[in-house]
């Protein structure tokens, strides 16, 4: 009897330490750096770089300055926010006429941000509350404007 309890109990040790792994998920697509070799800054254009290597995910109003590929490691462990472990950038630049004028690839190590897309509200409202901005707004009522 007291040998099952043991058993069990290094049974129940074990799946709780097991459950406790960190999990790893990856996003995204970079191409290969021996794909990147076979481009050439100056001859290559976009068709090429899209049968060489694919079309990137971020495009539309990015065409005219260029491609990002973008790929990311992240790591989950347990009830912890999810951490990003890794990040891959291969930065695709075009001229005027659409050739490749430069080919970078950034990490995350590297310390460089690539905007892909930026939102910014024209007025400042961190640290206001929400009741703050809605009363705020109580002095600033004209009651000649309801009256007409």
């Known amino acids: 009897m007291v040998r099952r309890a043991g058993l069990a109990l290094i049974l129940a040790a074990t799946l709780a330490l097991t459950a406790c792994g960190a999990t790893y998920r990856n996003h995204g ?16 254009t976009r068709e090429t770089v899209a049968a060489a290597v694919g079309r990137p995910s971020s495009r539309g109003i990015l065409d ?11 790591r989950n462990f347990a009830y912890r926010a999810p951490q990003e472990i890794d990040r891959e950038v291969v930065a695709i630049s075009f001229d005027e006429r659409g050739t490749v004028s430069n080919v970078e690839r950034f990490g995350l190590d590297d310390g460089r941000v ?10 400042n409202v961190q640290g206001v509350s929400f009741l703050r901005q809605l009363f705020g707004n109580l002095g600033n009522l004209d009651i000649g404007e309801f009256l007409n």
Request: aromatic share 14%; net charge negative.
């Open 64 to 74: 005219a300055s260029g491609w990002y590929y973008v790929q990311s490691r992240w």
């Open 114 to 123: 690539v905007p892909l897309s930026r939102r910014v509200t024209t007025s």
């Open 29 to 44: 697509y970079v191409p290969e750096d021996s794909d990147l070799a076979a481009l050439t800054v100056g001859v290559d």
